[in-house]
């Protein structure tokens, strides 16, 4: 018998606003974009600590922790979160970030453990696919 794609385990998705950041638009687009094409998201709204969001992840046995900021912090944030969740023992989750961030500090993220980061105007359709096809289930 041939197993049909909604069989399998749906993805659960962390979207999370790290630091000061008070907009949460395009986090709640991203989100929603994510719920409609099947995955399962759990949003953590605005103003969320790196220890808060890694917590989060654990609680909730997601398979990507998805960062979205504009404030300018994604230098020190970014990196935090995967500090954190490394010395919680969890190795294998990506972090996918977004936002307003020039491209020379994306070179940087991404040396740091970020899996990938979108800009202003990435196609929703774009984001969907490359979690599809990137992100697999942990469990």
């Known amino acids: 018998m041939k197993r ?6 749906k993805l659960r998705l962390l979207v999370a606003k790290p630091g000061l950041d008070g907009h949460d638009r ?9 719920r409609d094409a099947g995955f399962e998201v ?15 992840a654990i609680q909730e ?3 990507a ?6 404030s300018g912090a994604h230098n020190f944030l970014f990196p935090e979160v995967i500090k954190q969740l490394k010395d919680a023992g969890v190795t294998d989750l ?5 936002g307003i961030i020039p491209e020379d500090d ?3 993220l991404k040396k740091a453990g970020v899996l990938e980061i979108f800009g202003p105007g990435t196609s929703m359709q774009d984001i ?3 979690v599809g096809e990137k992100i697999k289930p942990r469990y």
């Open 4 to 9: 049909d794609l909604k069989s399998k385990r």
């Open 26 to 34: 395009g986090a709640k687009i991203i989100a929603r974009a994510l």
């Open 42 to 56: 759990i949003y953590t709204g605005l103003h969320q600590t790196p220890e808060m969001i890694v917590s989060t």
């Open 61 to 63: 046995d997601v398979d």
């Open 65 to 70: 922790v998805m960062l979205s900021i504009l």
């Open 94 to 98: 990506p972090v996918i970030g977004g």
């Open 106 to 108: 994306v070179r940087e």
């Open 128 to 130: 969907v696919k490359f």
